[in-house]
């Protein structure tokens, strides 16, 4: 059962409809087969039984020739005794004798000696022209034939020649013979049990002669029984059959097989209870069949009776069962093997039309599952407009469906995706900016609470009288958080402006190597300050540039500064200038505090800031190198950092050697002149650092 339920809805189906095929083709088989084996039966029963008729016609036939030869002699002695009356009467005589017996050779009336010839001829005839016929006797009562005889009779043998007849003994000798006896005490014909006569197996018949309803005499037919051998008793088709002739007691008369059981009852052959059955059916004296068995073997039997007299005989056919199946077996046989292939081939076809029909069913399944298996590029052959078609069809429209409504979602999801990205992002960036402003509004509350602690005291001092030299340190502290806030607001404006994009380059050709070399020298100060040594080491006596000058000084100024402040107090701060195929190189390092590996690449970003309390101890707004770095890109250069925590950092710039060819803009403002506006421009650079 489990088996079918996970067979392919092709094969469960065919098996089904072939079990039910089959099971009906069954029905069908056994029906035909008992329907055609009772038709063959009943062909070979009214076959035999036909046989066994026509066997018991011609037995009838013999019988009807003594029955029919005695009528006629009473006919013809009728006849001559009404014309004997007639003349008589005419006559007035007696008996009209003159005429002598052929057979006694004594006198007798005319009409008896017409009587004689008749008689004589008759029988004759009968046993000469009739083959189953050997002798032919007639008898009369005394002197009923003749008055002037006393014993008449005679019997013509087939053999006698012409002329040639025998008289039969006295009446005393043939009234004690049975048949006559009975014949003339029964008033009917009478036939004897077969006999040997002259070595041959005969039975008698014997029919009355009967005058104006008196006993004349009788005739009698001596009927030889090898002669039955006419009868049909073979048959190629039934090799068992055998013909018997019966009568009403169960006599064997005729027997085509076993000519020794003539004489015989049949009944010592049979059951009690079977040959119970047969008496009981021939006392309706009409034909029958019956099934009996002979020597343990079945046979069918077919009776016909043949009228003899009072009593029957019976024509008897009889044909063993295994010889009547053997007719019937070769087309059973046949009818099986014709239904069994039909039912092969009916199976096949069935299977075949099934599997044809329900395998675009399969297709479907299988894209139903490559649907379910998530993949919606399904194809399925269709090739009928039928119920499978339609739904084969609806599946393709289906996936397709689902696929454009997968796409919809994906990309709908993408979009959800980048806008949560961009919130998360944006969130990000609020909060540094958050931080950012809190820093800065931290940088800013410094110098201004510096600033205004300084008003202060200036005021107080101003009351007290103020000294000169007081008064100018509270100055220079004022000054000095002014540049501090100068300096956040220009970084600032800067980024912003850089950002926008409004940050234009202003280049020109300058020796590079002057450049940083004036503005190493210009922050010797604040390196003495530190006790900080601060080397310059070029391989270049000039190198000549296209970039803008403002822009590198604040990108040196910035490094140097953080140099400077995050140095400790003894430091080395080295710059490196040196040319590199297309590109110079400039490389600011200290033995600083370093930065921590993960801080390195956040360092250049805007909100950031390494270490918010560390920091705090060395000032700074934290988008000093931010800006570094917009400079150098904007300039087509790349800005490196390599740090290692507490042992110093290196910070280099590459940047491409390029020269404008316009000479005229080759001045540049050179921070070592020292002029009002570039002391200012490196106070405020510096003016995180302290110099006391
Ligand atoms: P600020 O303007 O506050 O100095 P910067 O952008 O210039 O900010 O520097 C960002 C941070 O990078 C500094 O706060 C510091 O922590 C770190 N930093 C920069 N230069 C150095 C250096 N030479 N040695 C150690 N840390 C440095």
Known sequence: MNLLKNMKLSTKTAITISAMLIVIFIILIIFTIVSTGNAIRTGVNNELRSMSKSNGLQVQRVMDVTQSTSKDIESYMEKQYTKQKQQLGFNQSQSAEGSTSVIYNIPISNSNSDIEKYITETARNAAVNNPDIMGVGVMFEPYKFDKNIESYAFYVSETDKDNEIHPYGTYLYYSKQGYYAKTIQEKEMVFTKPYKCHGVMVVTASAPIIYNDEIKGAIMSDLKISNFSKLETKNECYPSLYTTIIDQNGLLVYDSKASKHTGKNMSQYYSEDEWQQVANKMKKAKPFSMEMTYKGKKEAAFFYPIKAGNTNWWSLMEVEDKDINQKINPTILGLLTISIVALIMIVIATITV???????????????????????????????????????????????????????????????????????????????????????????????????????????????????????????????????????????????????????????????????????????????????????????????????????????????????????????????????????????????????????????????????????????????????????????????????????????????????????????????????????????????????
């Open 354 to 692: 099934l599997r044809k029909m329900l395998n675009p069913l399969q297709n479907v399944t299988k894209a139903a599952t490559e649907i379910a298996k998530g993949n919606f590029d399904i194809y399925i052959p269709v090739s009928s407009k039928d119920e499978i078609g339609q739904l084969s069809k609806s599946f393709i429209y289906m996936a397709k469906n689902i696929k454009n409504i997968q796409e919809q979602l994906v990309m709908k999801n993408e979009q959800l995706e980048e806008t949560i990205d961009k919130l998360e992002k944006s969130d990000a960036a609020n909060s540094a900016k958050d931080i950012f402003i809190t820093n800065i509004s931290h940088e800013f509350r410094t110098p201004i609470t510096l600033i205004l602690s300084t008003i202060q005291l200036f005021q107080m001092n101003m009351i007290n009288s103020i000294n000169e030299e007081k008064a100018n340190k509270h100055l220079k502290i004022m000054k000095q958080n002014c540049y501090r806030l100068l300096r956040i607001v220009n970084n600032l404006i800067d980024i912003s402006r850089a950002e926008a994009g409004f940050n234009a380059l202003n280049v020109k050709n300058i020796d590079v190597v002057e450049l940083v070399s004036d503005i190493a020298m210009s922050i010797s100060e604040y390196a003495i300050e530190k006790n900080i040594s601060v080397q310059f080491i070029t391989d270049r006596k000039k190198l000549e540039v296209k970039i803008d000058p403002d822009k590198m000084e604040r990108v040196l100024l910035n490094l140097l500064s953080n140099s400077i402040k995050f140095t400790p107090v003894g430091g080395e701060i080295m710059i490196h200038l040196f040319s590199q195929d297309a590109s110079f190189i400039i490389s600011v390092k200290d033995t600083g505090i370093g930065i921590p590996d993960d801080k390195k690449d956040l360092i250049f970003d805007r909100f950031h800031q390494v270490d918010t309390t560390y920091t705090r101890m060395n000032e700074g707004s934290g988008i000093g190198l931010s800006l570094v770095k917009a400079f150098i890109e904007m300039q087509g250069g790349t800005i490196d950092v390599y740090s290692k925590l507490g042992k110093g950092s290196e910070f280099i710039i590459k940047l491409p050697i390029l020269v404008t060819a316009n000479e005229e803009n080759n001045q540049s403002i050179r921070l070592s002149k020292y002029d009002e506006k570039n002391i200012e421009k490196l106070d405020i650079e510096f003016s995180d650092i302290y110099i006391h």
